[in-house]
């Protein structure tokens, strides 16, 4: 029987990691390659899995002895490989800015939408496709600059509304120097309303083949992804997707709290602009190529966190290889299962993603005993 004057016998071992904690990662990461091989493989013209490393190979210069036929070869290439790496890009990202919003909002049912990235995003996009000519007719001097931008017009307006949005949030949350996070949701709240009723008058003033235009976008699509895509939207989501990775240990710390992080160490206010500029990026870039596409910054993280615990460091890499893979086959659903026709994603993650949402709010609800 140990007395008051004995010591306590000393913690040698951490808690131990949950089994599944410890998997998801690999798992996810196998799910991963699985997902892009079949992305890669699957569509009009059939690719098998060995075809596709035989080529992949191929384009390294290291001959593996996999046959394969010259148009498969020709489809990978210019057409599937570069619809999966950009897939692969947007869904990273995509996660990686859910799960950071819900550990800075320390609410797993938050998303970059709460702070108007999206909206924001469709606003411009939309005034741009509506008045874009109108624009032209009363100043044909920006014909030139018009021209110039071609495809990138309507991802580069989308990215500036984004930006836009999310900088007079972060404006109006200002208090005493710092960013308060819960001025920060109302505002977001405000915003959103109101550029969604401005979308919403802009498209009552659209013609029919801007609605179509409107409608596609609106629903989010992989159809424009090429290799200069890929290129030209890589700066933007590089940063993103390095950076917020290394924030999985400020954001724990966070968890408990603004004060007692900060008493530890944190510098919240640097944080929390870190991670709004670096999720707004991520969020912006990607609309800007993919269009808007939903629940899948809502839904991943959190069925990460379910599994990998609170532990962000799990998540946040658990969310960017998630998202990767979700956004990947369900791309390859939507290119397939009403071919030669494409459904946009947008409407598959809605469908895959509202049911899921609504057993994250039942969940919720039966954990805070109501």
Same mark, same amino acid.
């Given at each position: 029987m140990p007395t008051l004057t004995q010591p306590s016998p000393p913690i040698t071992h951490a808690p131990a990691t949950p089994l599944r904690a410890r998997l998801l990662l690999p798992g996810l990461a196998l799910l991963l390659v699985a997902a892009v091989l079949v992305g890669c493989g699957a569509g009009a013209v059939r690719i098998p899995v060995l075809s596709v490393l035989g080529i992949g190979l191929h384009k390294l210069g290291l001959g593996a002895g996999l046959a394969f036929e010259p148009q498969q070869e020709a489809v990978l290439w210019a057409i599937r490989l570069p619809r999966v790496a950009l897939g692969v890009l947007v869904g990273a990202a995509?996660?990686?800015?859910?799960?950071?919003?819900?550990?800075?909002?320390?609410?797993?049912?938050?998303?970059?939408?709460?702070?108007?990235?999206?909206?924001?995003?469709?606003?411009?996009?939309?005034a741009t496709i509506v008045l874009e000519g109108m624009l032209l007719a009363w100043l044909p001097q920006l014909a030139?600059?018009?021209?110039?931008?071609?495809?990138?017009? =309507?991802? +580069?307006? /989308?990215? #500036?509304? $984004?930006? *836009?949005?999310? !900088?007079? &949030?972060?404006?109006?949350?200002?208090?005493?120097?710092?960013?308060?996070?819960?001025?920060?949701?109302?505002?977001?709240?405000a915003v959103n309303a109101l550029a969604g009723a401005l979308t919403g008058l802009l498209t009552y003033a659209a013609t029919d083949e801007q609605l179509r235009s409107i409608t596609?976008?609106?629903?989010?699509?992989?159809?424009?992804?090429?290799?200069?895509?890929?290129?030209?939207?890589?700066?933007?989501?590089?940063?993103?997707?390095?950076?917020?990775?290394?924030?999985?240990?400020? =954001?724990? +710390?966070? /968890?408990? #709290?603004? $004060?007692? *992080?900060?008493? !530890?160490? &944190?510098?919240?206010?640097?944080?929390?602009?870190?991670?709004?500029?670096?999720?707004?990026?991520a969020v912006g870039a990607s609309v800007a190529v993919a269009g808007s596409i939903g629940f899948l910054g809502l839904v991943?993280?959190?069925?990460?966190?379910?599994?990998?615990?609170?532990?962000?460091?799990?998540?946040?890499?658990?969310?960017?290889l998630g998202g990767a893979a979700v956004l990947v086959l369900a791309d390859t659903l939507a290119r397939t299962v009403v071919a030669p026709a494409e459904l946009p994603i947008g409407i598959l993650t809605a469908l895959l993603g509202t049911p899921a949402f609504l057993w994250m709010l039942l969940r919720e609800k039966r954990l805070r005993g109501l």
């Open positions: 995509l996660g990686l800015a859910g799960a950071s919003m819900q550990g800075l909002f320390r609410n797993p049912l938050a998303d970059p939408g709460l702070i108007g990235v999206s909206a924001g995003a469709s606003l411009a996009a939309v030139p600059v018009r021209a110039a931008l071609g495809f990138y017009l =309507l991802p +580069l307006a /989308a990215f #500036g509304g $984004a930006c *836009a949005t999310t !900088l007079l &949030v972060y404006r109006l949350a200002r208090e005493g120097g710092r960013a308060v996070v819960a001025t920060m949701l109302l505002a977001g709240i596609f976008w609106g629903l989010g699509s992989l159809g424009g992804a090429s290799w200069p895509v890929v290129a030209g939207v890589l700066p933007f989501l590089a940063g993103p997707l390095l950076w917020l990775p290394r924030l999985g240990k400020p =954001l724990n +710390l966070l /968890a408990l #709290g603004e $004060a007692p *992080a900060a008493h !530890l160490g &944190v510098p919240v206010g640097r944080l929390k602009r870190q991670l709004i500029g670096l999720s707004t990026l991943v993280p959190h069925l990460v966190r379910l599994l990998a615990g609170p532990d962000h460091r799990r998540v946040l890499a658990g969310s960017a």
